[in-house]
């Protein structure tokens, strides 16, 4: 007998969604005192001189999730360029450049965004 193949024909539906769940934090500074930033002299804030969205003290930075978050850096409303920007969940550091400076006047707005995502999928299948 020679073989034979079986096709079996199902007809199968299926529907995703997804969502992005974000979490957001973000942290508020408000500089104290004119201030002029260079590549020699950085401006390191300590998370605890921030305050959070609540308007409690801050007592560290939420950590940035490596393959699904990122953080913005404003300076009085201005986003800043990643390469000024080093952040752990204890400091933010704004260095510029060599031979660049930064002047912070008094009462100057710095605020860190950070957005982690959590994204999830819910796939029914009906037959």
């Known amino acids: 007998m020679a073989l034979t193949i079986f096709n079996i024909a199902v007809t199968v539906e299926a529907t995703a969604e997804t969502t992005s769940n974000p979490a957001v934090s973000k942290y508020y500074y408000v500089v104290p005192a004119p201030v002029t930033v260079t590549n020699a002299a950085p401006l390191v804030l300590a998370a605890t001189s921030f305050f959070a969205d609540t308007g409690d003290a801050a007592t560290a ?3 940035v999730a490596t393959d699904n978050g990122y953080r913005t850096v404003y300076v009085n409303g201005i986003p ?3 390469d000024l920007i080093t ?5 933010l550091t704004l260095t510029p450049e060599d031979g660049e400076t930064i002047d912070l006047d008094l009462n100057t707005p710095i605020v860190l965004e950070i957005v982690n995502f ?3 999928t819910t796939v029914t299948v009906t037959t």
């Open 87 to 91: 952040l752990s969940t204890t400091t």
């Open 80 to 82: 800043q360029m990643d």
């Open 118 to 120: 959590d994204p999830a």
């Open 61 to 63: 930075f939420e950590a």
